[in-house]
Nanobody
Framework: QVQLVESGGGLVQPGGSLRLSCAAS????????MRWYRQAPGKERELVAA???????NYADSVKGRFTISRHNANNTVFLQMNSLKPEDTAVYYCYAAIRQYGLEWGDYWGKGTLVTVSS
């Protein structure tokens, strides 16, 4: 069974930085797209950033120029570097990956989320 485990969330002051990590582990598998989503209280989950196998990226307009998504394919890990954080970035951040386990079809996998709170 494949699992995604996020880390790196916490409390940070406005203007500060955090780096989120998400590692996939488990049985033999391949990973295609990896993404970060977030869900603020009372709001729907939204896509923050995405990165494909070959490293191409895209971002939500609200985070462009402040957040950077990257991945380390050998370690099955995706990162989200968040700079110039704003109170409106406060949310639970979820990692997503399109994964194919050996002998199975591609599936959608989610982490349990990590809380980011931006407050003075």
């Amino acid at each position: 069974q494949v699992q995604l485990v996020e880390s790196g969330g916490g409390l940070v002051q406005p203007g500060g930085s955090l780096r989120l990590s998400c590692a996939a582990s488990g049985s033999t598998f391949s990973i295609n797209a990896m993404r970060w989503y977030r869900q603020a209280p009372g709001k729907e989950r939204e896509l923050v950033a995405a990165i494909s196998w070959d490293g191409s990226t895209n971002y939500a307009d609200s985070v462009k120029g402040r957040f950077t998504i990257s991945r380390h394919n050998a370690n099955n890990t995706v990162f989200l570097q968040m700079n110039s954080l704003k109170p409106e970035d406060t949310a639970v951040y979820y990692c997503y990956a399109a994964i194919r386990q050996y002998g199975l079809e591609w599936g959608d996998y989610w982490g349990k989320g990590t809380l980011v709170t931006v407050s003075s």
